[in-house]
């Protein structure tokens, strides 16, 4: 076979596709393969076909622009993939293998092509390119890059995504003059090189995080993973590895930590603004709070002074480091006036330190300022940390605030119950004083000739009298309730006398109205029990009272049982103690259905109960108290229009054999002569009064001298000797205290016995009397009783050693704000300013003799003049002292003898003086100097109209 048939016959036959086109691309000649490849089934049928048949129109644009290329001599050494579409419209990849046929002259001719299916590396190679786009894809959304570093020749080759993460291209990831280490954080270099020191020198795998500079200069935080390959020689020559980025990871984990610490903090903030007492204290805590926190190096707070901003320190040793080393101190002081300034939390220009307010009632009270080291992150969660801290801050600074407000308003209350104690001692003494004379001249009157119906009145008159004074002593309870000073004695004392000596006037009064009132003790109640006999009298009168003024007609009845206390056997009298319970039931008009608060001051079942039957509203909130005290209870049961049933118990203790007492009962006391006949002295400055108790003494059996104040009654004692002192507290020149410390000096009068008269009744007046030396106490108004009590067990010592005094009466002193209505007098208008029933009861203090009342009245005409003027010039000079002192002395000097209208004019200039100020005096001033010119008139019109009435 020739050389042309043979190669007819490869062609032909070959498995490859040969086409054979003109240099326009026109077919020239196929084998039968690549007529099957163009999908015809000869190649005859190929005949009119172009290569430009076989592409896209993206293949024939870049197959023309080939051609031109080709003419000029220039061939695909290589093969070239190609898109070819059949006759069919069939796409297929082919590798396209170009050769050039040239003519006999060697002129190019035609061109051979031969076409290879490529279908299947192409599929292949399109799964790899999409594995390759998926991993990178996948790499991208993990944020992971892989590398490899060629040792030897120092390259470096990033994928795709580390690329993009990294922002350096392979070649320029590491120059020449670095290491790895070079883009590493400085403040991880140490600690990085320590984990790839296996890796560099035995190819150990190894996994560290670092942080890794990008080409913009910032770090990312990376977990690095990588091995090493070795060569023959079995250094390392290749490392291969993972570089995760995990910087959002990092920072969660930080921003966590960081939150987990400041809410340790917040909780510390809060636990100690919970128990500081002050802002300045939280604040001074703050510095050591704050410091636990890793970013912080220093704080601290600044108060406002005056306007300006000031440093707290928290100690000695903190000022002194200021001192050594001010600039920082100076830094947080410019910072914190720029706070001021601004009004709201603040940065300084490096970012570091921030400053922020403290607010009360909106405005600025205080700063903190904090600096950390740098570098400083995550500012804005910091400044929530620190609004949150100002919260806690500005809730100290409030309580503190409120805890001021508190303590200036107990103090101020404590003022205003010291002023209350103060006015109830004054007014007690005021009360008391004239009230003294009502009973006791009562009492002296008594002591006269008087027909029946006379003395029914004056027993009447008495009998008032010591009403009014339970009802000053029931407001000085109510007093003591609120102040907490509400005290029992515990003496021994017969339990049905007591009672009994309640109930029998209280009968009495019942029987008046029809009203039928019994009493009935249980056997079994001992005869004598340890308590406080006068509260529990105080007690039964209360509920006896209601029950006797609410029921006009049925009956009243008492029950008085009880039972043994713990220890206790039936039949004993009284065990460790005996549980007195009493019932007071009535057939009265009951307490209406709803009615609360009965046990409350000044509550009343009734509306109209005062304006009917009258009373205070206080006996029951009294008993109250007095049966809790006792370890009792009190309360009731009522049906209206049916009647009501009180009772309350007491706890009473068993006696301890002293001598019993009794509560002394309403009805008037007499004055009559007990003992042998002894010399008393009389210490007085109230003219009236120094007459009753004198009158008193003498009605008693005794001598009686009197002296008008301290200075007075020292003279007294230096020249006469006396068995006993009747010595009042408040007197001028030398008051009661003053005396009786001067008489305690002298040896021969230490143990006379001292008495004080006071018409001040309130707490502390028994122990201040007895500490200045005095032996012994009673209250004005002067009781007969008492008197006679008191007086009588001294003068009956003969000179025994002085003994502990037992406890005064107790009473109270409220104000009265009723003035006393004035008689119309006809005839006499000189007398219309003044209580005529006062005066005539002074007129009649000593039967037969008007001596008494003569030198009283010529005494106030005298003096009232002088008095005025020292007003005046009190008033003149501002003299509050001077003020109170002579207008309480006026008051005194012009009720006592009835001239009301000139006793309430110079009262309110005592008001006035008790304020603290003698602003607005003068007008109260010509108001008394004419109510005093009336009274002075009209008393010497009375002593003129008046003639000494002969004994009956």
């Keep these: 076979m020739d050389t042309d048939a043979l190669h007819r016959a490869i062609v032909e036959t070959s498995p490859d596709a040969i086409w054979v086109t003109d240099l326009d691309g026109l077919s020239v000649h196929a084998n039968p393969t690549m007529a099957r490849f163009f999908g015809v089934s000869s190649p005859a049928e190929m005949q009119g076909v172009t290569m430009f048949d076989t592409l896209d129109d993206l293949g024939r644009e870049q197959y023309a622009a080939h051609l031109e290329v080709v003419r000029q001599g220039r061939f695909n050494t290589e093969p070239v993939e190609c898109l070819f579409i059949t006759r069919q419209g069939r796409r297929r990849w082919v590798l396209l293998q170009e050769s050039p046929l040239l003519d006999e002259q060697g002129e190019l001719r035609q061109l051979l092509y031969r076409f290879i299916s490529f279908d299947e590396h192409r599929r292949v190679l399109d799964e790899l390119e999409l594995s390759r786009s998926e991993l990178a894809e996948a790499q991208r959304i993990a944020r992971v890059g892989s590398f490899r570093w060629d040792l030897a020749s120092g390259a470096v080759r990033l994928s795709e995504v580390l690329t993009e993460m990294v922002g350096f291209e392979s070649e320029h990831f590491l120059d020449p003059a670095q290491d790895f280490l070079g883009l590493v954080h400085p403040d991880d270099r140490r600690r990085s090189a320590e984990a790839i020191a296996p890796l560099v020198t035995r190819g150990e795998l190894c996994e560290f995080l670092t942080r890794v500079r990008t080409s913009e200069g910032t770090y990312l935080a990376m977990r690095m993973r990588a091995v090493g390959r070795t060569d023959e020689s079995g250094r390392v020559a290749v490392i291969k590895g993972t570089a995760h980025d995990v910087s959002g990871q990092v920072a969660t984990e930080e921003a966590l930590q960081d939150q987990v610490t400041q809410n340790t903090l917040m909780q510390l903030v809060a636990s100690a603004a919970n128990e500081a007492d002050t802002l300045d204290a939280i604040l001074k805590q703050g510095r050591d709070l704050v410091l636990l926190h890793d970013d912080w190096c220093r704080t601290r707070g600044f108060r406002l002074v005056d306007g300006d901003v000031a440093p707290l320190y928290v100690d000695e040793a903190d000022r002194a480091a200021d001192l050594a080393n001010p600039a920082p101190g100076l830094a947080d002081l410019a910072l914190a006036r720029r706070v001021v300034e601004h009004g709201d939390l603040i940065w300084d220009d490096d970012r570091l330190s921030i400053g922020y307010p403290i607010r009360l009632d909106g405005e600025v009270i205080a700063i ?252 029951l909130a009294i008993s109250k108290e007095i049966v809790s005290l006792a370890g009792g209870e009190i309360g009731y049961t009522s049906t209206p229009g049916k009647g009501s049933e009180f009772r309350f118990t007491m706890a009473l203790g068993a006696p301890h054999g002293h001598q019993v007492v009794g ?219 001077e003020l109170l002192f002579h207008a309480h002395t006026l008051k005194g000097s012009a009720a006592n003898l009835g001239a009301v209208a000139a006793a309430r004019a110079a009262g309110r200039l005592e008001v006035l003086a008790t304020t603290g100020t003698t602003e607005g005096g003068s007008s109260m001033l010509a108001d008394l100097a004419d109510e005093l010119d009336r009274a002075c008139t009209g008393l010497e019109a009375y002593r003129a109209s008046y003639d000494v009435a002969e004994p009956a």
Excluded at 443 to 458: F, P, S, V
Excluded at 550 to 564: A, K, S, Y
Excluded at 868 to 877: I, M, N, P, T, W
């Design 368 to 619: 903190v300022v904090m600096t950390s080291n740098p570098p400083l992150y995550r500012h804005q969660m910091i400044e929530e940390f620190v609004r949150q801290a100002t919260a806690q801050l500005e809730q100290v600074a409030l309580r503190e605030k409120t805890t001021r407000e508190l303590a200036e308003a107990r103090d101020a209350a404590m003022t205003a119950s010291r002023q209350k104690s103060d006015f109830l001692a004054m007014v007690s003494h005021e009360i008391r004083t004239p009230l003294n004379g009502v009973i006791g001249l009562n009492e002296l009157l008594l002591q006269t000739r008087l027909d029946e119906e006379q003395r029914k009145l004056a027993t009447g008159a008495g009998l008032s009298g010591r009403l009014l004074l339970e009802l000053i002593n029931d407001l000085l309870d109510f007093s003591k309730i609120e102040a907490g000073q509400l005290r029992l004695e515990q003496l021994d004392f017969d339990v049905r006398g007591v009672v009994e000596q309640v109930v029998r006037p209280l009968a009495e009064t019942a029987s008046g109205k029809g009203v039928v009132l019994e009493i009935e003790v249980a056997e079994e109640v001992p005869e004598v029990l340890r308590g406080d006999p006068t509260r529990l009298s105080q007690v039964v009168v209360n509920l006896l009272s209601n029950a006797v003024k609410f029921t006009d007609d049925g009956r009243i009845d008492v029950e008085v049982g009880g039972h043994c206390l713990a220890g206790g056997r039936e039949g004993d009298e009284a065990g460790d103690g005996w549980m007195l319970e009493l019932v007071v039931r009535d057939t009265g008009i009951g307490i209406p259905a709803g009615v609360t608060g009965l046990f409350e001051p000044f509550q009343q079942a009734h509306t109209s109960t005062t304006r009917t039957h009258g009373g205070t509203g206080l006996g």
């Design 663 to 881: 509560r002394p009962h309403l009805e008037p006391s007499r004055l009559r002569p007990v003992g042998p006949r002894r010399r008393v002295l009389v210490v007085d400055d109230n003219p009236v009064n120094r007459m009753v108790a004198e009158g008193m003494v003498r009605a008693l059996g005794h001598e009686v001298d009197v002296a008008d104040d301290g200075v007075s009654a020292l003279v007294s004692l230096a020249q006469v000797e006396y068995d006993a002192v009747l010595l009042d507290v408040q007197m001028p020149r030398l008051d009661g205290y003053a005396t009786v410390r001067a008489v305690r000096t002298e040896e021969s009068l230490a143990e006379l016995p001292v008495i004080a008269m006071t018409a001040t009744a309130i707490d502390g007046e028994r122990e201040r009397c007895l500490a200045a030396g005095m032996d012994d106490f009673i209250t004005k108004p002067i009781d007969p009783g008492d008197l006679t009590r008191t007086l009588g067990r001294w003068l009956e010592r003969d000179g025994a050693a002085r003994a502990q005094a037992p406890g005064p009466m107790e009473g109270s002193a409220p104000a009265i704000d009723e003035e006393p209505e004035l008689p119309e007098l006809p005839g006499l208008p000189e007398l219309q300013h003044l209580d005529i029933d006062r005066l005539d009861t002074l007129r009649d203090l000593v039967p037969g003799s008007t001596a008494y009342l003569d030198r009283a009245i010529a005494n106030f005409l005298d003096n009232s003049a002088a008095l005025l003027g020292s007003v005046e010039q009190a008033l003149r000079h501002g003299d509050v002292d």
